[in-house]
């Protein structure tokens, strides 16, 4: 699109910058819608798995507008600083923490090309930077000069950085068998019935699905590994010294990365942006059609992430409602005794079966429509392909 | 996995000890205790309680209005379970003025105490599973423990501090109708008990968390005083509404029931309703203490439903309350009930006046609290709430 404007004789700093700052307003839109309806759901769904109606005063029966009264509130809190906490870090954590959780926006892909920024590395980059959201963990629990802010952050420091590696080798394995980095390559390479996706490549992928599952509930810190804000022995861990806006910030930060990883488990395991019929195909929403037609099969793609991704969350919360929490020696050693045994044979498993089965045992099914042709900005993947 | 020997633990890096206050406004101490944590990295090397918080004066007060008027005090001590203290006070000064109480009186106090005992385990277990970072149990229990509240409201007025229990019987006859609605509640918790089992009892993270965590040798429970569920869990067969003195024991003896006592690994094997003992669950731990609690609601459920049958069965007067300015004959007496949480003691001495010379209560959460340095000494800092949670102590009755 910069170069569309290019053309028209913009500025190419102009151009670019105008995109990207649009980009960037439409993710963060997206991220702060996710986090506005995931925490009315998450009131919900706690609801109805105890047994009661969650909110229903505001906005209505369902109460809808929860999570707006909420913001309101948040914004309106006295805006409390501990007198002993490093002031300067102390506000910056907040930041640090959204930073890292949005920036994985940029290189999540919505649908074929519906991405920020395309990158050819988009899972690595994925990785570092949400491994980012730890420093800001790690600074409010230094900064709030409170024993128990820093019982949280080392905590989280620990488990955190443990669960990158399960959690990275999970990546590993489905970017091995796409053979390549880029997310909207290995999201187009699911194309076709939803035999194709990812998880049922081979039994080995099936387990590391759960795997990734496991792992990315521990590194987005959520019940039963919420050991850093665990409420019954931390108070609130690194967050019992924040209120109000900067604790809404730590909040959103931790529904976006919620939002992020399931995302991710969406296009590495579960098929991305394509359903398990591909209607977008069958109807002759292609780009090859038409380029209108294209764009609304794309939509209908988005959605199709959005409702896998929401599907994800959904599960972490029933995760959440629903166990005990961990002691810190135990996620320990789940991570460490198997977590990373098990993905590391998984990686090995999933290699010898590519190795062993190039086509895979299950028969792939082609679009009966004709196959998508993705528009130019994007890379084009025909299905069944290139897949090994 | 197993309890972390501070002494098997090697550092990297030896660090200065942290002192850390837990409590009085920390969210899993129960209440208002504080807990001195002397902690090395996770693990806690020194624990000592700090109680006193809640404390009202009320054996001062005692000196000061007459046995009845006391009984809302007695409401107030372990309030999750103000029957059974009702219960307790009223049965001392009836020992001091040597009163017996007709039967159906005496079935009626079974009644509400028995539910009253299932309540207030049905709080420890929730509250339990909070503590242990389990929302979803807690909303589950309390959503019982309302019935029970509706059905007393039904019978005294009040939800949480009944004063129904007095010197000489109840307060009133029990409403029409209520022994259906109390037969109802019991049906409908007999259906809930499986799932509270699910969801804790037998809960792959919970037995983790709790089976082999602040044991508590039987020894040691006996030295230092515990009793109820926590003596119990320990393996220790001991419950006054069988083993007490004679004036307790009449109120339940022809009831037919089982004391619960964990002993090494056996209790409920036999029995297909409760799920099993798991493997690494060491006698006097967190999860004997707490499996105790819910295999009693089971024996309340029984007293309940006998003590149903039995108040139907017998006609008669239901008792008469003592007068408010009843003067009570000199002398002192001392008697221990058994409440939920353990033995509650009431003594009163009398100078023959309406009014006590002095009045005195024995906590059973007192005693169950002083076991905390000793068993939680090298625990993991999240240990802290699972042992102390698993003790069930409610610090109105400590502190009083």
């Known amino acids: ?388 | 996995m197993e309890r972390v020997d501070p002494e098997l633990v090697e550092f990297d890096v030896r660090t200065d000890e942290m002192l850390i206050n837990m409590g009085p406004q920390h969210p899993s101490t129960h209440g208002v205790l504080r807990l001195v944590l002397r902690t090395d990295g996770e693990v806690v090397t020194d624990v000592v309680p700090h109680i006193g918080y809640l404390h009202r004066c009320a054996e001062k007060i005692g000196e000061k209005i007459s046995p009845r008027q006391w009984i809302p005090y007695t409401d107030r001590m372990d309030y999750l379970a103000g029957m059974n203290m009702n219960l307790g006070w009223a049965m001392t000064v009836e020992k001091l003025m040597d009163l017996e109480i007709p039967d159906r009186a005496r079935h009626v106090r079974v009644m509400v105490c028995e539910l009253n005992r299932i309540a207030s385990h049905l709080v420890a277990a929730g509250t339990y599973g909070l503590d242990l970072g389990s929302f979803t149990p807690f909303l589950y229990c309390f959503r019982e423990r309302e019935k029970i509240l509706d059905l007393f409201e039904e019978v005294c007025g009040a939800r949480l501090t009944y004063s129904f229990i007095t010197m000489g019987g109840v307060t009133g006859d029990l409403p029409p109708g209520w022994l259906d609605r109390c037969e109802r509640f019991l049906r409908e918790f007999e259906e809930v008990i499986p799932e509270l089992h699910a969801v804790l009892t037998s809960n792959e993270i919970f037995v983790r968390r709790t089976a082999g965590v602040g044991v508590l040798t039987p020894e040691t429970a006996i030295a230092y005083g515990c009793s109820g569920p926590v003596l119990r869990g320990s393996g220790v067969k001991w419950d006054l509404r069988r083993d007490g003195e004679p004036r307790v024991t009449r109120m339940y003896e022809d009831y037919d029931f089982e004391i619960i006592a964990q002993h090494e690994g056996s209790y409920p094997q036999d029995r297909d309703d409760y799920p099993p003992v798991p493997p690494e669950a060491v006698l006097g731990d967190s999860w004997h203490r707490f499996y105790v609690r819910m295999i009693e609601c089971v024996q309340s459920i029984r007293l309940i439903r006998q003590a149903m049958a039995k108040y139907q069965g017998c006609d008669g007067p239901i008792g008469e309350p003592i007068k408010l300015t009843q003067k009570l004959p000199k002398g002192e007496a001392y008697l221990e009930t058994e409440a939920p949480k353990g033995q509650m003691g009431f003594m009163v001495v009398s100078d023959g006046t309406a009014i006590p010379w002095r009045v005195r209560a024995r906590s059973s959460c007192f005693c169950n609290l002083s076991v905390t340095s000793e068993i939680c000494r090298g625990c993991l800092l999240a240990d802290i709430p699972a042992i102390v949670g698993s003790l069930d102590i409610v610090l109105g009755e400590i502190d009083r």
């Not at chain 1, 802010?149 to 990546?171: D, K």
């Not at chain 1, 590993?172 to 076709?192: E, H, K, R, S, Y």
């Open chain 1, 1 to 388: 699109m910069a170069d569309y404007l290019v053309q028209f004789g913009l500025p190419v700093w102009l151009a670019y910058g105008g995109v990207a700052l649009m980009q960037c307003l439409i993710l963060l839109t997206i991220m702060m819608f996710a986090a506005a309806t995931f925490t009315w759901m998450e009131r919900k769904v706690s609801g109805r798995i105890q047994d009661r109606l969650g909110p229903t005063r505001v906005g209505g029966r369902f109460g809808w507008l929860q999570s707006p009264a909420d913001g309101i509130k948040l914004l309106c809190k006295e805006d409390l600083m501990p007198a002993q906490a490093d002031k300067i870090l102390f506000r910056l954590a907040p930041y640090i923490s959204f930073c890292a959780s949005f920036c994985v926006f940029l290189a999540l892909p919505f649908s074929n090309g519906w991405v920020a920024q395309q990158l050819n590395v988009a899972a690595f980059f994925i990785l570092a930077i949400a491994g980012l959201e730890v420093f800001g963990v790690i600074t409010a629990g230094y900064a709030s000069a409170s024993k128990w802010s820093l019982y949280g952050a080392m905590r989280e420091a620990a488990q955190v950085v443990s669960y990158e590696v399960p959690f990275g080798i999970c990546v590993l394995i489905p970017v091995m068998v796409a053979g390549t980095l880029d997310l909207v390559a290995i999201g187009n390479m699911q194309q076709g019935w939803g035999i194709n996706w990812m998880i049922f490549h081979s039994p080995f992928m099936f387990v590391t699905f759960f795997i990734y599952l496991t792992c990315a509930v521990a590194s987005t810190n959520r019940a039963p590994f919420d050991l850093a804000e665990a409420e019954s022995e931390l108070v609130a861990g690194f967050l019992t010294e924040y209120s109000g806006f900067r604790w809404s910030v730590f909040f959103m930060a931790e529904y976006g990365s919620m939002t992020a990883v399931s995302g991710l488990a969406a296009i590495l395991f579960l098929g991305g942006w394509h359903g398990p019929i591909p209607i977008a195909d069958l109807l002759g929403l292609t780009y090859s059609n038409h380029a209108i037609l294209g764009w609304f099969g794309e939509l209908l793609g988005a959605c199709n992430f959005l409702f896998k991704a929401f599907l994800g969350v959904t599960f972490m919360m029933w995760l959440r409602w629903t166990l005990p929490r961990l002691r810190i020696d135990q996620v320990m050693t789940t991570c460490l005794k198997y977590c990373i045994p098990l993905a590391a044979a998984m990686f090995v498993g999933v290699m010898l079966w590519t190795y062993a089965l190039p086509g895979g045992i299950l028969p792939r099914k082609t679009p009966m429509a004709a196959v998508a042709e993705a528009p130019a900005w994007t890379t084009v993947e025909t299905p069944g392909g290139d897949r090994p």
